[in-house]
Every structure is written in structure tokens, then in C-alpha cells.
């Protein structure tokens, strides 16, 4: 079945460090590709997302490349600030009625 | 525009007891996701509504039902509550069934 892999945290950062936390998916068909952002106490919001190979995502200085080669969809920011201190999901939807979240990945940036 | 509300925030319940949690998506979205979020699980996909019907249901026990209502508004249930159904449960509307926005969750504790 479909699934998504993340890398297990927590990642730990000082602030203006380089962020990477990889995503790999397993799917049938072409899903579209997300990753979603939990801030402490509160739900989910959407950073960004890629609809298609080779799209890339971005918002708020973080940006993932949907790549089909190696079902990859890796987050990466190159200067990560205290405030970005969260746990990231990884998430795909194939067209069907669900999304399939990956564990998510908690990070820490110390200033 | 308001986003996703989420009623209560908080719950302590007893265990054999149910509990309804209640959602409201934003205003025009019609499709209506529930999750349970725990600490060991990550996040589990529940059900998912559109106009007052389920489209897809994840692996959980017939204890936990849902319904959506005409105004898109959605509720569950969890009928005789076990210790491990402590979670935080995330309710998520959308229009594009692909992009979805999350609500705060309710937080529910079950001694």
C-alpha cells in the first residue's frame, strides 16, 4: 500500500543551519507530494506542496522537489531560525479520499 | 475567513464512557477528515465526509463513528472509551480533496 518514510528526530540545529529531513514514498499512480508543519499546541498547516514530478514547493524560505527517479520529496531550508522549531510531516494523497501522513520529524533549532 | 473550529478543546473522560467531538470546516469546503494523534501512532486517518457521506474509513474499531450534516459541519464518537484512546484528534476540511487545513484539535484524556 501507499506509505511515506521520514528520517526520525529529533534533528537538533543552531540557528542559521542548513535543514534537511528526508521523505521517501511508496504509491501507485502520481501522487501529489506535501509537507505539513505542527507548531507546539496547536493542528497542522500546509508549508507546501508539489502536485507533479519535478515540481518544486516553497514557502517561507523551505523548499522540497518532488523528484520521481528516487520517490523522494526531502524539505530543506538553508537558514533555520529558533521559531522554526516544530515537528514536520511528510504527507502524499493518490487521488483517493485520505492523505497518508509520514511519523513526522521534530526539530529543534537553539539560538 | 475563519478557519477550521474545533469544540471542546479539552476532555477528560472516564473510561466505559463516549464522548462527541465536533467540527466546523471553513466556510464552502465540504469534505471533512478526522484523525487520532497519539505519541506512539503518529497520526491515524479516521474517516473522511463529503456531503453527508463517508468516503473512506481507516482501520479502527466500530467504536469510533462520525456524521456530517447538511452545513458540512462534522461530528464523532467514540463509544466506550478505553485508556488508549487517549489523543489529540484533528479535524481537517478542504476543497481541493488534495490540500487540507487542520483545526486545533480537542485533546482528550481517559482515566
Known amino acids: 500500500g501507499d506509505s511515506v518514510t521520514q528520517m526520525e528526530g529529533p534533528v537538533t540545529l543552531s540557528e542559521e543551519a542548513f535543514l534537511t529531513i528526508n521523505c521517501t514514498y511508496t504509491?501507485?499512480?502520481?501522487?501529489?507530494l506535501f509537507w505539513y508543519v505542527q507548531y507546539p499546541g496547536e493542528g497542522l498547516q500546509l508549508l507546501l506542496k508539489?502536485?507533479?514530478?519535478?515540481d518544486k514547493g516553497s514557502n517561507k524560505g523551505f523548499e522540497a522537489t518532488y523528484r520521481k527517479e528516487t520517490t523522494s520529496f526531502h524539505l530543506e531550508k538553508g537558514s533555520v531560525q529558533v521559531s522554526d522549531s516544530a515537528v514536520y510531516f511528510c504527507?502524499?494523497?493518490?487521488?483517493?479520499?485520505?492523505?497518508?501522513f509520514g511519523a513526522g520529524t521534530r526539530l529543534f533549532v537553539k539560538a | 475567513k475563519a478557519g477550521v473550529t474545533q469544540t471542546p478543546r479539552y476532555l477528560i473522560k472516564t473510561r466505559g464512557q463516549q464522548v462527541t467531538l465536533s467540527c466546523s470546516p471553513i466556510s464552502g469546503h465540504r469534505s471533512v477528515s478526522w484523525y487520532q494523534q497519539t505519541p506512539g501512532q503518529g497520526l491515524q486517518f479516521l474517516f473522511e465526509?463529503?456531503?453527508?457521506?463517508?468516503?473512506n474509513k481507516g482501520n479502527f474499531p466500530g467504536r469510533f463513528s462520525g456524521r456530517q450534516f447538511s452545513n458540512s459541519r462534522s461530528e464523532m464518537n467514540v463509544s466506550t472509551l478505553e485508556l488508549g484512546d487517549s489523543a489529540l484528534y484533528l479535524c481537517?476540511?478542504?476543497?481541493?480533496?488534495?490540500?487540507?487545513?487542520f483545526g486545533p484539535g480537542t485533546r482528550l484524556t481517559v482515566l
Open positions: 504509491a501507485t499512480g502520481y501522487p501529489s
Open positions: 504527507a502524499l494523497h493518490t487521488g483517493g479520499f485520505k492523505t497518508i
Open positions: 465526509y463529503f456531503s453527508e457521506t463517508q468516503r
Open positions: 508539489a502536485t507533479k514530478a519535478d
Open positions: 481537517a476540511s478542504s476543497l481541493d480533496p488534495r490540500e487540507q487545513f
